[in-house]
């Protein structure tokens, strides 16, 4: 059987996936209702650059063949990784001194809504066969609880003048881990999968958010954007430079960090340091093992193709290096 792209997967569910986000923005009120058109407005503006809301249609196909029944599930995905990114939007704006805009607590209203409420909505709808709704129902709010401690760990990790991969990564864990391994769970307990392929699958995804995250962090570089740098943001990148430095090389990075949310050239030299040799050596080890974690609990599923094929590749994509060369720093 011919393998399966993440982006070919999205290719063949899109309008289905477009139908389903339109009947869950229906639950907010009828049109022209001022919450729904929130929300509606939350979608448009806040798109996503790569269509994740496919995994758990791959996640449903590995186990059963068919991934249409995880289509609700796929718009809860969505739903909250859009609500999530608003939010960090807005904690970045206010990061760089610009405030809260006027619409700022509107904004979090309409987030709240779109990435908590309308998901747990969908959740007990009868699309969804009834004995499975506490559970998927309980998956959700778990997951919730472990985003938002570790985005607090990610924040509070602001603070640190030396910061270390692991306490990086255990607060990647929360923050990008929890929503895959959610959503992962969610499509295997849809599936009726053993409990211990529902532990597996939820491990897989805690591992592929890492990478995600790790991959976002990266292409925050390669773009050009450096929100990360101008943000004074604490990435696993600035952890393997800080431990790869001396003492008087890691006062610098912590003394560049602080001047890069303001300073072109601390950006630029900033920049230099953590696509150094050392920096760089720490990134593709931790890269290479979730690389690695994640394929052996693949491997140990052994899903339906083309579903895991499809799997496999958003491993790729993820764990693929990409930092070489600085780009350019505006």
């Keep these: 059987m011919p393998s399966l792209t993440y982006q070919d997967l999205h290719a063949r569910h899109a309008d289905a996936i477009r139908a389903e986000v339109a009947a869950a923005l229906g639950l907010a009120g009828p049109p022209g209702d001022l919450l729904r058109s929130s929300c509606e407005e939350l979608m448009r503006r806040q798109t996503m650059r790569y269509p994740l809301s496919v995994l758990p249609l791959a996640v449903h196909g590995a186990e059963t063949g068919d991934p249409e029944p995880a289509l609700p599930l796929a718009v809860v995905?969505?739903?909250w990784w859009t609500a999530a990114c608003r939010l960090d939007d807005l904690a970045d704006a206010e990061a760089a001194g610009a405030g809260p805009a006027p619409s700022g607590h509107e904004a979090v209203l309409t987030t709240l809504a779109a990435g908590s409420l309308l998901p747990l909505r969908l959740l007990d709808s009868p699309r969804l066969p009834a004995p499975v709704r506490p559970v998927l129902t309980a998956e959700f709010t778990a997951c919730g609880l472990a985003a938002v401690a570790g985005q607090l760990a990610d924040l509070r990790g602001c603070t640190s003048d030396v910061?270390?991969?692991?306490?990086?990564?255990?607060?990647?864990r929360g923050k990008s881990g929890a929503p895959f391994a959610m959503i992962t769970a969610m499509a295997s307990l849809l599936a009726g999968a053993e409990p211990e392929r529902t532990l597996l699958w939820r491990e897989f995804g805690d591992l592929l958010g890492i990478l995600w995250q790790l991959?976002?962090?990266q292409e925050d570089i390669t773009s050009g954007r450096h929100e990360d740098l101008r943000n004074g943001t604490v990435t696993h990148l600035l952890a393997c430079s800080h431990e790869a430095a001396s003492p008087a090389d890691s006062a610098r990075l912590h003394c560049l960090r602080a001047a890069a949310r303001t300073s072109p050239q601390a950006r630029a030299e900033l920049l230099?340091?953590?696509l150094s040799g050392p920096a760089?050596?720490?990134f593709r080890q931790d890269l290479?093992?979730?690389r690695s974690r994640s394929h052996g609990?693949?491997?140990?599923?052994?899903?339906r193709d083309p579903y895991a094929s499809c799997l496999y590749d958003l491993i790729g994509q993820a764990s693929r290096l990409s930092l070489r060369t600085p780009a350019p720093v505006l």
């Design 272 to 274: 230099e340091l953590l």
């Design 77 to 79: 995905h969505l739903l």
């Design 288 to 290: 290479e093992t979730y």
């Design 163 to 172: 910061p270390r991969r692991e306490a990086v990564l255990a607060a990647y």
């Design 280 to 282: 760089l050596e720490g």
């Design 297 to 303: 609990v693949l491997d140990r599923l052994s899903g």
């Design 215 to 217: 991959f976002n962090d």
